[in-house]
């Protein structure tokens, strides 16, 4: 339960009400900046292992949000390490999430919301000053465990990317893994959602150039005469150009991973992950993750194969073959002349032959 402080006075003056510690499974689920305050709402372990992104579509059953002041939030739980999982989307990140629920040792926050309105409000013109004060108790409240000392794992959604560096800077002891789907693969998951897929691009491509991360020479009415599938390399691009970056800013702590990479090896890439996000783990242990986390569709339930996904993604790209290759080829040429490598520093494993 949610502590209810209780205002006092003393000799006729009031004194300030005293923090309150929500107790673990009330999530720090949105941040209202007109009166600087959180809303929790009610969410367990199992909630938020069994939905796939901490929104509010998923959390309906969460009830009525309690709303507490930011300067009353009593974070002191929160004193295990904090870790970072960014992503291209269509990735396998939500599968890679979950591995790293493991109670006792660690726990993931799937996409939370608060970090979303922290765009929102950079995005109506709040003082960048004040949004990176809240990012950091935001940070804190979100890092409250449920057993402590478990670390926690945050893979924030694509649009929260124009905040990754102030997040790294924010939790020096904070390691990341880069996620991303190579570009072929990525469009052919585009291609294969239709619509929704297409209208998903531009809507994450104007969340990018509203956080200034475009910077291919292509002006507004280029953008516009853009198709669906050049808006996607867009968008994958400056994702990319944005992971180079932060690799090469914290290279201590901030590792690249290809998606199609971590599905061949799950083995070792938890073992480097591990490592990276400084968490212990035996081999058995790890092999009980591959065998349950990695067999299960990470969004839908039901049994995940590696095998049958890149045959849906060849299905796609078979379908759109012609499209998908004229935008290779297209993309290969902006990211020439914006100076945007393919392969991305920093690798966390090399593919084996």
Known sequence: MIPRARSAKVGGMSIPEPPVAPAPEWLAHRYDPKID????VRASRDVRQRV???????????GEPVVIPRGRCDGSAATGRVNFIFHSAYCCSTLLANAYDRAGQAFSLKEPMLLNDLVGWRHRGGDPRQILAVLGDGLTMLARPFVAGEACVVKPSNIVKGLATAML????EAGAVLLYAPLEPYLGSIAS??????LWVRELLASFLKEGLVDMGLDAEDIFRLSDLQVAAVGWLAQHALFAKLAQRFPERVRTLDSEVLLAQPHAALAAIDTLFGLVATEAERDTIVRSVFQQHAKFGGAFDAEARRADQQSAAALHAEEISMVLGWAAKVADGAGIAMMLPHPLLTPTA
């Open 52 to 62: 796939p992104f901490l929104t509010d579509e998923h959390l309906e059953a969460a």
């Open 169 to 172: 800077a924010a939790r020096p």
């Open 193 to 198: 959602k239709r619509l929704w897929g297409r």
């Open 37 to 40: 305050a959180f809303q929790f």
